[in-house]
């Protein structure tokens, strides 16, 4: 039976990795004849370079931009926000998580909280924070963290919700400390859930803190973009919307790479 189960497993781990390739070359090809029909429209005049520039003297002002180093403190600024958002949502949202599954009745409580929170806009708080932290990269970081922070905790939920009964035996059965069984046993049961929710917070954390430097902010990505829209410099704003665009895409594309080394090394 057992050697029947392994040469299932052994046959059908060819087959996803074949179904996973048709999907990566699926959306490749569905972004490229989206990029091509953009360029299209824009070379041939029915998008003006006023409203819009082609996507390929974007992605060349972008490496001018790059080489020159013009908005290199901006950039730099920007990707420590969101670094500084990730991490602290991820930690608070984990704990979080934790302490509302150890407490059943307040879960219970909060839960429906959490199931309609992105019903409220977040931005509606920048000045309770401008009073809270002054005018800076800390209010910027806190609305990054209070957008991304409740994905981190459903996550959480979800992952210690879906373990197996059988795992909490076997750690019973094996005698381990709550400890013990929490690292060697439940966390890594839970750790694609947890994995999902950290890959939901940095695209969380990248819209909360270009987002906030729009209105928040006299430097970083989003307020450089916002400063050459009000000066009709199209070339510098969509250069910078390229360069989010392909880092989102890139940490994307990493995290999606690990998630799935993960899942492999999991069902084995």
């Not at 979080?96 to 199931?115: D, F, M, N, V």
């Not at 094996?174 to 947890?194: E, G, H, I, N």
């Not at 940095?202 to 006299?218: C, N, Q, W």
Request: proline fraction near 4%; charge should be positive.
């Amino acid at each position: 039976m057992a050697e029947a189960s392994s040469a299932h497993t052994a046959a059908a781990s060819p087959a996803r990795r074949s179904a996973h390739q048709l999907d990566g070359l699926v959306r490749i090809a569905v972004v490229i004849v989206l990029i091509g029909l953009v360029e299209l429209l824009c070379r041939s005049g029915l998008i003006q370079p006023t409203t819009m520039i082609a996507p390929s003297a974007m992605a060349r002002h972008a490496w001018e931009i790059l080489r020159e180093g013009k908005f290199d403190k901006d950039i730099a600024i920007s990707l420590a926000n969101i670094g500084a958002a990730t991490v602290l949502a991820v930690i608070l949202g984990f704990i979080c998580g934790l302490l509302l599954h150890a407490l059943p009745g307040l879960r219970s409580a909060i839960e429906p909280l959490l199931a309609s929170y992105y019903a409220v806009p977040t931005f509606i708080f920048y000045p309770v924070f401008i009073v809270l932290f002054g005018v800076g990269s800390a209010p910027i970081i806190a609305i990054a963290v209070l957008l991304a922070i409740v994905t981190m905790i459903t996550a959480t939920l979800n992952g210690l919700d879906r373990i197996p009964r059988a795992l909490h035996k076997t750690a019973r059965v094996l005698r381990l400390t709550p400890w013990q069984s929490a690292v060697r046993v439940k966390l890594p049961a839970a750790l694609p859930y947890l994995f999902t929710g950290v890959k939901l917070v940095v695209a969380y954390a990248f819209i909360g803190v270009i987002a906030s430097e729009f209105i928040l902010s006299g430097s970083g990505i989003g307020y450089a973009i916002g400063y050459a829209y009000n000066n009709f410099e199209n070339n510098d704003m969509y250069a910078l919307m390229f360069l989010v665009l392909a880092s989102v895409t890139l940490v994307n594309l990493l995290l999606n790479a690990l998630d799935r080394r993960l899942q492999a090394r999991l069902r084995r």
